[in-house]
């Protein structure tokens, strides 16, 4: 019951602490004592090393953890035409504390061209060695949700019909680029299927005068459309994210509102699933998961804090999920990203080796 393909017995999400090099080199170029050039090979070598460091956890998948990214998803949207980053009266609010002011909105025509990230792949690929490089972006529901029709310019999409068959066109095109780019795996975070898991989040969604249910449904047609066609080796992975900054969260709630219209009804080839905390319910909605390829990772190692968790209850959840899909369709990883944002969670780099290790330890002895 090895797994010598994507997504692994043994994944990660994607993103690692900033080392201090990195943080060093960003506050030199924001003062402009160094030049765009000279901040990418900081960013380069800092790459090389914690590619070596997956690897050397066991990991046969690695990411640039995202090292050159402040946040998760707003560095990808900059970078897509129609898109303009603004500065936001207020940042996003968390569980007590709040993000950096900043925002997106839709000020053209959406379209996906020469993508910057398209060279951030080449470079982790160039580096990976004999491990599969998996390129992480924001998925495409996260361009609508938090700023909904007042963040897109209604002279340019008068129809919101339009919008979705754009998004969906604009995602279909990057998937293709990042193809022909050599990307064979390919992760897409989603925060907005968890929000529409939390009642709270939900009744915010209702008074700002939209349908969650609608919207869901509408996110999910996106997600089918930007991946129809899709060559049959390329891998895509879903990661349902209730939030990640500084070791805080936004959503809470069982996935059973979304489970039949996102595991039942999306495309995905493998979704990534937090179950860290009571906050993430039970194993009950994974009943909806296709039988066949599709896989379920499960994150049931918290990024959150450092202490280490017991490998036997990780077994024991692992059994228990079992009930619900077969444990030939799971896998294993941390809930989330160690940084989120360049900040990261309140663990040390010590802390989050040992977790990725867990992980790796805990899935070789599982299959």
Not at 308 to 336: G, M
């Amino acid at each position: 019951m090895q797994r010598n393909s994507a997504p692994f017995r043994a994944d990660i999400v994607g993103s690692f602490l900033r080392p201090e090099a990195i943080k060093q080199a960003r506050e030199q170029f924001a003062a402009g004592e160094i030049d765009a050039a000279a901040l990418r090979l900081v960013e380069d070598e800092a790459i090389r090393d914690v590619v070596n460091k997956q690897r050397a956890s066991g990991l046969n998948v690695v990411t640039d953890g995202e090292f050159r990214r402040a946040w998760w998803h707003f560095d990808f949207f900059d970078g897509l035409q129609g898109v303009e980053r603004y500065e936001a009266d207020q940042g996003i609010q968390f569980n007590g504390v709040q993000t950096k002011a900043r925002g997106v909105r839709v000020t053209g025509k959406l379209g996906f061209g020469d993508h910057p990230m398209l060279n951030d792949f080449r470079f982790l690929q160039s580096v990976a060695g004999d491990a599969m490089p998996k390129m992480t972006i924001p998925s495409p529901s996260v361009l609508h949700f938090r700023g909904g029709r007042k963040m897109i310019d209604a002279a340019v999409y008068p129809d919101l019909a339009e919008y979705f068959d754009d998004l969906a066109q604009t995602y279909k095109d990057a998937i293709k680029a990042f193809y022909d780019a050599g990307c064979r795996y390919l992760q897409l975070d989603d925060t907005v299927w968890a929000y529409l898991c939390s009642e709270d989040q939900k009744s915010q969604i209702r008074a700002r005068g939209e349908d969650p249910e609608e919207l869901a449904r509408i996110y999910a047609r996106v997600l089918n459309k930007a991946i129809e066609g899709k060559p049959d080796d390329l891998t895509i992975g879903l990661h349902v994210c209730r939030g990640n900054f500084r070791s805080t969260w936004i959503s809470e709630g069982g996935y059973e509102p979304v489970a039949e219209i996102l595991f039942g009804g999306v495309n995905i080839d493998a979704f990534f699933l937090e179950y860290d905390n009571e906050r993430s319910g039970g194993f009950e909605p994974l009943r909806f998961i296709k039988p066949g390829h599709q896989q379920v990772v499960l994150g049931l190692i918290t990024t959150k804090t450092g202490e280490l968790e017991d490998p036997a209850q990780v077994k024991a959840r692992l059994a228990e999920a079992a009930k619900y899909v077969s444990l030939d369709q799971i896998c294993l990883s941390p809930q989330c990203g160690f940084a989120s944002t360049e900040e990261g969670n309140s663990l040390s780099e010590t802390q989050q080796w040992e977790k990725v290790r867990l992980v790796v330890d805990i899935a070789s002895q599982v299959w």
